[in-house]
């Protein structure tokens, strides 16, 4: 499982570079907020409290700094008495306080609430936070805050270790959900075979190669990854329900068991590898993302595509062959018993059920449908592409979500605490700006800094504040910067080291950050991106002294870029997936007409899901970005698969309507089944407690639903009409080819010859 700064950015990137070896390892810490709030936080029973905590905290491992109204209190009143001790006085701790405000306000924001801020490493890995963010609230309950009191611990790092946890322990019971949920339409709909629960574990020892493949191949689990088993669960199981259909109806005809599987796998075989091939054409668009997570989603998703297909083709057809036979051994060894003398014919013995009504209701419900359809092309296909285009149309007006708050759960306890910090303090998103230099304390470099800060909190408005290290040399030199390097070198010396290192690296790097509140929420994703660009050229005009080079990073251009990749690129990810699926199916087929069928009607479920994301209401998301990439891997094979058998309907010499009709009926119920089987497998998402997750389910779902009724009612139109378009064309082209045969054979030229 992995939630670091890789699965958002290339590591081969300037902005991870810049982000990660410059801000994060050099400047940046990430700091866990004890909040104390009740009374008064300024009497001396809290205040000592709050520093049997601080002295608790700096002995965990990985805490590199504590900051806290006790500790700032206990320095000032050593400078004046020379006891490092709280003092008992009310009134000397509020003079120390009106004393040194400046440095306490941040720590003690009002009267009833005061922060203490435990700081780890920009890089720390995941489990030093999690060992230093429960150390820190053992610290807290072993404090002894008066009673009255409460003691909350928050902040970024307390968030994202909650958020991780809730997601990962949510997904074993979603899988539950949809294994159960599944059992179900395996009941209702796939009633026509025998064992009609076996499609299930054969898929889930597809998922179990996929887990052991992952391990061997390094392949991690992430934010985005995990909702791939639901997928490939619906995925798979359609593999395993198309060879199960197939052996059936071969076993149904009278067929031997190894007679059954050899038309099984030459028939269903091919165009399930096919079918598999095509739907990982459509999830290889993933690769087009510059989002790692996005990337190794895609990976995750061909793997478990290729390992659900061997374990249907390989150990699905084998258990039935094995079943079967097993079946006729028992039939015969019973009817041996009871002396009977007549031979047993293979379809009386196989113990298979008879046809169901209703699934002959259901072959002549899709019939009719698919009747419907090629009788009515051009009225079907003029509504289905006018729904297409408006939905492409409506699609360019759906917002995207960008603040990861409201990807969980509203009622998580770690949201609310880091929601109630944040109401107190208010917000902490910042412009981090890095600047290289060859002096660090260059008197030059530091007005440059100061008036640039000074400028951008004056002139752009949603920069509230600018910290560096010029304004503690300013503070430390009667309000003004040294006129030389050995001056400010001086005061660098006497500054704590804790305090000088966030700001100043060596000889060569400075940092100067920008305070935007909670820009996210006020200005949006594009508002941070368009402030971004407003200070990177205000540095063009307000050009550094030469030789010093500036870079903006941090958390917020970092976010702000990693979102916009995952939504913005989802136009070009589909647009890929539509040009491989249609030159793979090319390749393979190398005939056009089963080339572009396909194609056409997945496009056309592509603009039918931009209107369902406008009309329910539903946000873009790092998930349902992916979206086209999936409907073309999921909705292509049902087409792939009812083209497969159209064809060999029509190599018996039937016409089209008729061959399309067959096929409707014969491998319909197959691909109903299938289908609900994975939009229920998917429906699974929708439980889940974070709003990413369900969202993303709720809109596949749909979309799910509506590939099965474009492989029944668009695909058919297309398909017909392009095939009676051929033929008529080779009808003309055979008879005027007859007719210049018979022009030429009689000419005068020719019996003068």
């Given at each position: 499982m992995t939630s670091g700064t890789e699965t958002f950015v290339e590591k081969t990137s300037k902005l991870y570079q810049d982000y990660d070896h410059l801000y994060l390892r050099i400047f940046a810490t990430e700091s866990i907020a004890v909040l104390v709030e009740g009374g008064d936080v300024t009497t001396p029973e809290v205040l000592k409290a709050i520093d049997r905590l601080h002295q608790q905290v700096n002995t965990i491992p990985g805490v590199v700094g504590t900051a806290s109204a006790a500790m700032v209190i206990k320095d000032t009143n050593y400078q004046m008495t020379g006891q490092h001790i709280i003092p008992d006085s009310q009134g000397e701790i509020q003079s120390i306080i009106a004393n040194r405000s400046s440095d306490i306000g941040m720590l003690i924001p009002d009267d009833t609430h005061t922060i203490i801020w435990v700081e780890m490493a920009g890089y720390s890995t995941d489990n030093e936070k999690i060992e230093i963010l429960r150390e820190t609230e053992k610290a807290a309950e072993h404090s002894n805050f008066p009673p009255s009191y409460g003691v909350i611990v928050t902040g970024d790092p307390a968030f994202m270790i909650a958020m991780n946890n809730e997601m990962t322990t949510s997904m074993v019971p979603l899988l539950m959900i949809s294994a159960v949920l599944m059992i179900v339409v395996l009941y209702l709909v796939f009633r026509h075979v025998r064992w009609k629960l076996l499609p299930?574990?054969?898929?889930?020892?597809?998922?179990?190669f996929t887990f052991g493949a992952m391990g061997y191949l390094r392949i991690p689990l992430s934010m985005v990854s995990m909702s791939a088993f639901p997928i490939l669960i619906g995925l798979g199981i359609d593999y395993a329900i198309q060879f199960h259909n197939r052996i059936e109806e071969e076993l149904e005809r009278g067929e031997d068991e190894?007679?059954?599987?050899?038309?099984?796998?030459?028939?269903?075989?091919?165009?399930v590898l096919i079918a598999v091939t095509i739907t990982g054409l459509g999830f290889f668009s993933l690769f087009t993302s510059s989002v790692p997570m996005i990337q190794d989603f895609g990976k995750l998703l061909l793997l478990g595509i290729i390992m659900c297909?061997?374990?249907?083709?390989?150990?699905g057809v084998t258990v039935i062959y094995g079943l079967d036979n097993l079946i006729k051994k028992k039939n015969n060894k019973n009817n041996q018993i009871k002396g009977s003398n007549n031979a047993i014919k293979p379809e009386q013995n196989s113990s298979i059920p008879s046809p169901d009504p209703k699934d002959s209701k259901i072959e002549l419900f899709l019939k009719k449908i698919t009747t419907l359809s090629v009788n009515h092309p051009i009225l079907v296909l003029g509504i289905a592409g006018l729904l297409c285009f408006s939905g492409l149309y409506a699609d360019s007006f759906v917002p995207i979500q960008t603040d990861v708050k409201n990807f969980v759960p509203q009622d998580m306890p770690a949201l609310i605490d880091l929601t109630?910090?944040?109401d107190i303090i208010g917000g902490t998103d910042a412009l981090n700006i890095i600047v290289k230099?060859?002096?660090?304390?260059?008197?030059?470099?530091?007005?440059?800094?100061?008036?640039?800060?000074?400028h951008e909190v004056e002139r752009r408005a949603n920069i509230y504040d600018a910290s560096s290290i010029v304004p503690i040399i300013k503070s430390m030199n009667g309000g003004t910067i040294p006129d030389n390097s050995a001056d400010i070198e001086r005061l660098y010396q006497q500054i704590p080291a804790m305090r000088k290192d966030r700001y100043v690296h060596g000889k060569n790097m400075l940092l100067m950050d920008f305070g935007i509140g909670n820009a996210m929420n006020d200005i949006g994703l594009k508002g941070v991106s368009e402030l971004t660009?407003?200070?990177?050229?205000?540095?063009?005009?307000m050009s550094p002294p030469p030789g010093v080079e500036v870079t903006i990073t941090g958390n917020s251009v970092v976010f702000t870029t990693v979102i916009w990749s995952l939504t913005s690129g989802r136009v070009t990810m589909t647009l890929t997936g539509l040009i491989l699926v249609f030159f793979g199916l090319l390749v393979i087929y190398r005939d056009w007409v089963k080339a572009v069928t396909p194609v056409i009607t997945m496009f056309m479920v592509i603009g039918w899901a931009g209107g369902i994301m406008y009309i329910t209401g539903i946000d873009y998301t790092p998930m349902t970005a992916t979206l086209g990439a999936l409907i073309l891997g999921v909705g292509s094979e049902y087409a792939i698969l009812m083209m497969e058998r159209y064809y060999e309907e029509r190599d018996k010499g039937v016409s089209p309507v008729e061959a399309m009709e067959a096929a409707s009926a014969k491998i319909g119920k197959a691909i109903v089944a299938s289908g609900l089987t994975t939009l229920f497998g998917f429906s699974a998402l929708i439980a889940s407690p974070f709003s990413m997750n369900s969202n993303f389910g709720l809109v596949t779902v749909l979309d799910v639903a509506l590939a099965l009724l474009a492989t029944f009612i668009v695909f058919p139109a297309v398909l017909v009409k392009l095939d009676e378009w051929r033929e008529r064309r080779k009808v003309l082209h055979v008879g005027s080819a007859r007719h210049r045969d018979r022009f030429i054979f009689n000419s005068p030229d020719v019996d003068a010859q």
């Open positions: 299930l574990p054969i898929v889930l020892l597809g998922i179990i190894a007679q059954a599987v050899i038309e099984t796998i030459k028939h269903t075989g091919p165009a297909f061997l374990s249907s083709l390989f150990v109630h910090l944040g230099v060859d002096d660090s304390a260059d008197p030059e470099v530091l007005r440059w800094i100061d008036e640039f800060s000074e660009d407003v200070v990177r050229e205000d540095i063009a005009w």
